[in-house]
């Protein structure tokens, strides 16, 4: 399995593989009677804070608690319609093998439930250790209700270890009866994955003002697009005159029935330099929309799929309105309708609450990551892989650094602010999930962190990525060593240039040493979406002991001879360092080129 299984720790010896047998035989017949007896009204939605749809039906609804107490996640599945089974659980990748699943299934007479793995080649196995505890299950008009309990670490090998970060949940619905568990045919399910952060902050509500007022900027009754992905864009106005106010919380509004299909929103604020912007309701990349629409780039409030309400400490708000400040808003809904439904109409967005009574600070957000771009990428076939994006200092030396950073919060699954302020840092990295190319769809690359902190500065944005002119002498470099016919014409893109490359283990190995030591491109914007004037840094040298994180974390290995390439990727650097007009490799990555293979140290956030 692989590193998100759950590590050896200290546990009592119990002879449960003899006890498994039994314990899942009563579980069974537990479930079948309140299957059959049980009826009556959902359970309290305060139970279960956290909420996601599963699959893009709407038919499978997640919701979740934490608790930190316990060590332990309370899980409430709702099946709209049950059909003679269901499995739920978790993997490294969202895939089906190697996989920690909860099973419901019936054999047409009887229902069944357990906790089982899959293997390698996505058979499932009976755990002899049944660590997903179920503790009801409820009828009610709206489906069936399953609840059921599971330990963030179980000392269960086969176990998935539940840490912070995000978390691929997996589902597959049984369409017939099956006589077994080990009858059950993972290829033939219909099923999917859903990403979460389930470890949410324990954090308490702030006391809210008592003038505290509210609005709604939402979506004006669109029709979703028949197409898997959407970003769509309407431009709102704040009343004439409104003065300065600060906006102490934020919480999503979305259309029942489509919390499938809006994966991501956000509300941003229009630069002050323009009295006025047009009106416009429609895609984000539709050529249609006026230019004028980039400048509207301010982040007020940013949702996405699972997080609940935000809110801001007493001591700080987000400024908005007042003199220097654009009344012109824009909301950006991301649409994931994967299954291309037609006709569905959306009033989807975000509701600001905010007081007219200032608070001592102004609040900042700032965007941190990966540019969008598919100069990232990762190759086909890779268990894991690490990419990482710098905020160095060529973009925080620009700006005044007596801010505090409170939190940070991502995307998906943002969270409540945490109270422990902290310096605005210097050289930073945070590490991503891995995904084949940068970009905007729900397959791509599209992970960002947003820094909710205070005092506001300028800065908003600070992302990376590696320069494109290394990249590109690195496909002049596949082509030279692989003797292949890959075209580097100025008018091929990135994405077919990687499409074009054979992905020997030769490729692999230089491709990951160029994201280890390649200059890269900084990106630094100003809160008026104008970019300050920084170009290409190198890499920031990183402590040298940082935490490895379970999230994005990798194995990286290069092999001084592959096989079939007769020269190591030492010498492959080594000319691509020629090329780049005398750059060399840093002495920390060139002990591991010129030596045997051996483990890089992992970054972390």
């Known amino acids: 399995m692989q590193n998100s299984r759950s590590q050896p720790c200290s546990c009592p010896s119990l002879k449960l593989r003899e006890v498994a047998s039994m314990y899942f035989t009563m579980v069974a017949a537990f479930l079948?009677?309140?299957?059959?007896?049980?009826?009556?009204?959902?359970?309290?939605?305060?139970?279960?804070?956290?909420?996601?749809?599963?699959d893009p039906q709407g038919l499978l609804e997640l919701s979740w608690n934490v608790s930190y107490p316990e060590q332990a996640v309370h899980f409430q599945l709702l099946i709209r319609e049950l059909r003679f089974g269901l499995l739920f659980g978790m993997s490294d990748r969202g895939e089906f093998e190697n996989a920690d699943l909860a099973v419901l299934w019936s054999d047409g007479h009887n229902s069944y439930f357990g906790d089982a793995w899959s293997d390698a080649k996505g058979?499932?196995?009976?755990?002899?250790?049944?660590?997903?505890?179920?503790?009801?299950?409820?009828?009610?008009p709206e489906g069936l209700y399953l609840l059921f309990r599971r330990a963030f670490s179980t000392c269960d090998p086969k176990d998935y270890l539940i840490e912070d970060g995000t978390v691929h949940l997996i589902y597959g619905i049984l369409e017939k009866p099956v006589p077994s568990l080990q009858a059950i045919n993972v290829s033939a399910l219909h099923g999917g994955l859903q990403r979460v952060q389930l470890l949410k902050p324990n954090i308490s509500i702030p006391e809210l003002p008592s003038d505290m007022r509210s609005m709604e900027i939402t979506a004006p009754d669109v029709v979703i697009p028949s197409q898997e992905t959407t970003y769509w864009c309407y431009m709102a106005e704040l009343p004439e005159g409104f003065p300065k106010h600060h906006i102490i919380m934020y919480e999503p509004v979305v259309t029942a029935g489509n919390e499938a299909l809006v994966h991501h929103m956000e509300v941003f604020q229009c630069a002050a330099q323009f009295d006025s912007f047009p009106h416009y309701n429609g895609p984000c990349d539709s050529?249609?929309?006026?230019?004028?629409?980039?400048?509207?780039?301010?982040?007020?409030?940013?949702?996405?799929?699972?997080?609940?309400?935000?809110y801001y400490p007493e001591e700080a708000g987000l400024a908005f309105g007042g003199p220097g400040s654009s009344r012109y808003l824009r909301l950006e809904i991301h649409y994931h309708n994967p299954l291309v439904f037609k006709g569905r109409r959306d009033s989807s967005g975000i509701r600001l609450y905010y007081t007219a009574t200032l608070r001592p600070y102004d609040a900042g957000i700032m965007e941190l990551g990966l540019v969008y771009s598919p100069v990232m990428a990762i190759p086909p076939g890779e268990h894991s892989f690490l990419l990482t994006g710098y905020c160095t200092d060529k973009c925080t030396q620009l700006v005044s650094t007596s801010g505090r950073v409170p939190a940070v919060l991502s995307l998906p699954g943002m969270g409540k602010l945490a109270p422990a302020p902290?310096?605005?840092?210097?050289?930073?990295?945070?590490?991503?999930?891995?995904?084949?190319?940068?970009?905007?769809?729900?397959?791509?690359?599209?992970?960002?962190?947003?820094?909710h902190y205070y005092p506001q500065t300028q800065l908003e944005l600070c992302k990376s990525a590696v320069d494109p002119g290394y990249l590109h002498r690195y496909f002049n470099l596949v082509n030279r060593f692989n003797d292949e016919e890959v075209c580097m014409c100025p008018q091929v893109s990135v994405p077919q240039q990687f499409y074009s490359i054979p992905w020997n283990t030769?490729?692999?190995?230089?491709?990951?040493?160029?994201?280890?030591?390649?200059?890269?491109?900084?990106?630094?914007?100003?809160?008026?979406?104008?970019?300050?004037?920084?170009g290409t840094a190198s890499l920031p040298q990183l402590p040298s002991r940082i935490p490895r994180c379970k999230v994005?974390?990798?194995?990286?290995?290069?092999?001084?001879?592959?096989?079939?390439?007769?020269?190591?990727?030492?010498?492959?650097?080594?000319?691509?360092?020629?090329?780049?007009?005398?750059?060399?490799?840093?002495?920390?990555?060139?002990?591991?080129i010129w030596s045997p293979p051996r483990m890089l140290p992992a970054r972390s956030n």
């Open 506 to 534: 030769f490729n692999r190995d230089v491709l990951k040493s160029l994201y280890g030591f390649a200059p890269i491109s900084m990106h630094c914007n100003k809160s008026s979406a104008v970019r300050f004037p920084v």
């Open 552 to 592: 994005g974390s990798a194995v990286l290995r290069t092999h001084p001879n592959p096989a079939g390439s007769g020269q190591g990727a030492g010498a492959a650097w080594k000319s691509l360092a020629s090329a780049g007009h005398g750059a060399q490799p840093s002495p920390v990555l060139r002990q591991y």
């Open 422 to 451: 902290g310096e605005l840092p210097g050289p930073a990295s945070i590490t991503f999930l891995p995904v084949p190319q940068g970009g905007f769809g729900i397959l791509e690359e599209m992970c960002v962190n947003y820094v």
């Open 287 to 310: 050529k249609m929309k006026p230019d004028r629409l980039n400048y509207c780039r301010h982040v007020l409030a940013a949702w996405a799929m699972g997080a609940q309400a935000f």
């Open 32 to 54: 079948v009677i309140l299957v059959v007896a049980l009826q009556g009204s959902a359970p309290r939605e305060s139970d279960f804070p956290y909420k996601v749809p599963l």
């Open 123 to 140: 058979q499932l196995h009976m755990d002899s250790q049944q660590d997903y505890q179920l503790l009801g299950a409820r009828r009610a």
